[in-house]
């Protein structure tokens, strides 16, 4: 849902610049200034609500975060991560291809108006966050590992095809790359705090930090090759990204790993059941 979130308000962006930036001028933004401090209102009064309810929730406790994750070697754990890391930088790096030059794209091969081409952007962007959203229940019911492995390659074929398309199939392609492509969003962030739980913090903090920030320097750099060549030839050199997914393949199977057996499943007591790898401040909520 955080992911659903931000994706909405990015999809909203290209809406407001195309009806109400460019009509109205630079100036038009500041009232959005508004909004922007009352979340920060909204955001401090959820903030005690959930620090008062993670140290209050029954079981909270470090140590069994630990003993859970004796089940999963430790190199294997940091080799998983590192992988994960690299999938979500190829990702936002192919992302960061469309959100920051699509629209000169359309511009300079199609001739488009710029209001035009702000709504192309926004199909694409209102694509990734409806794939965000179905992204999460998905991994649940099937897996993580493979919704990863469907998201980074399943778009492959879209990615391939979208330099040669028609201004048509150029819409068409990027919300079906749009849609698969963000549905791994959620089983990444997920599958790294299983790998390690007890530390959602951390994880959270190394994917959304680190990867997304080199994914914006992946962006300065789509820019620089920009001008040394075409926006054309860029998008055909990020067409092969998603390729990079064939990674996915050397991720464990943690659920599994860690249920293998009675004995393993029991160790350590409750707490170490595989099936609560999740936030403990959830577990015992109506």
Same mark, same amino acid.
């Given at each position: 849902?955080?992911?659903?979130?931000?994706?909405?308000?990015?999809?909203i962006g290209p809406l407001l610049a195309a009806f109400i930036v460019v009509p109205g001028g630079q100036g038009s933004? @500041?009232? =959005?200034?508004?909004?922007?401090?009352?979340?920060?209102?909204?955001?401090?009064? #959820?903030?005690?609500?959930?620090?008062?309810?993670? #140290?209050?929730?029954?079981?909270? /406790?470090?140590?069994?975060?630990? *003993?859970?994750?004796?089940?999963?070697?430790?190199?294997?754990?940091?080799?998983?991560?590192?992988?994960?890391?690299?999938?979500?930088?190829?990702?936002?790096?192919?992302?960061?291809?469309? +959100?920051?030059?699509?629209?000169?794209?359309?511009?300079?091969?199609?001739?488009?108006?710029?209001?035009?081409?702000?709504?192309?952007? =926004?199909?694409?962007?209102?694509?990734?966050?409806?794939?965000?959203?179905?992204?999460?229940?998905?991994?649940?019911?099937?897996?993580?590992? !493979? #919704?990863?492995?469907?998201?980074?390659?399943?778009? @492959?074929?879209?990615?391939?095809?979208? %330099?040669?398309?028609?201004? =048509?199939?150029?819409?068409?392609?990027? #919300? =079906?790359?749009?849609?698969?492509?963000s549905s791994s969003s959620p089983a990444i962030i997920v599958y790294a705090q299983e790998l390690v739980p007890g530390?959602?913090?951390?994880? /959270?903090g190394l994917f959304f930090g680190l990867a997304f920030g080199i994914g914006g320097l992946g962006a300065a750099l789509?820019? *620089?090759?920009?001008?040394?060549?075409?926006?054309?030839?860029?998008? *055909?050199?990020? /067409?092969?990204? %998603?390729?990079?997914?064939? @990674?996915?393949?050397? @991720?464990?199977?943690?659920?599994?790993?860690?249920?293998?057996?009675? $004995?393993?499943? +029991? $160790?350590?007591?409750?707490?170490?059941?595989?099936?609560?790898?999740? +936030? %403990?401040? !959830?577990?015992?909520?109506?």
């Open positions: 849902m955080f992911r659903v979130g931000g994706s909405t308000g990015s999809a933004v @500041l009232w =959005f200034s508004i909004a922007a401090l009352i979340a920060i209102a909204v955001l401090f009064r #959820v903030s005690r609500w959930y620090a008062a309810t993670l #140290v209050s929730a029954p079981g909270h /406790s470090g140590r069994s975060g630990a *003993q859970r994750q004796r089940s999963t070697a430790k190199a294997k754990i940091v080799v998983s991560l590192l992988i994960l890391v690299f999938l979500v930088f190829s990702k936002n790096f192919y992302t960061a291809s469309l +959100n920051s030059y699509y629209t000169f794209y359309l511009i300079q091969r199609f001739d488009l108006p710029v209001q035009t081409a702000q709504l192309y952007l =926004f199909l694409f962007l209102a694509a990734l966050a409806v794939g965000t959203l179905f992204g999460g229940p998905i991994g649940d019911r099937f897996g993580r590992k !493979y #919704v990863i492995w469907f998201s980074i390659l399943g778009i @492959l074929p879209f990615t391939l095809a979208l %330099p040669y398309a028609d201004l =048509f199939w150029t819409g068409i392609l990027t #919300v =079906f790359i749009g849609l698969i492509l530390k959602t913090g951390t994880v /959270s789509l820019g *620089q090759l920009a001008d040394l060549t075409s926006i054309e030839f860029v998008y *055909q050199v990020c /067409s092969f990204l %998603p390729a990079l997914g064939l @990674l996915a393949v050397f @991720l464990p199977h943690v659920r599994a790993e860690q249920a293998s057996t009675p $004995e393993k499943a +029991n $160790e350590g007591g409750p707490s170490s059941h595989p099936t609560e790898l999740r +936030n %403990p401040s !959830y577990s015992d909520r109506p």
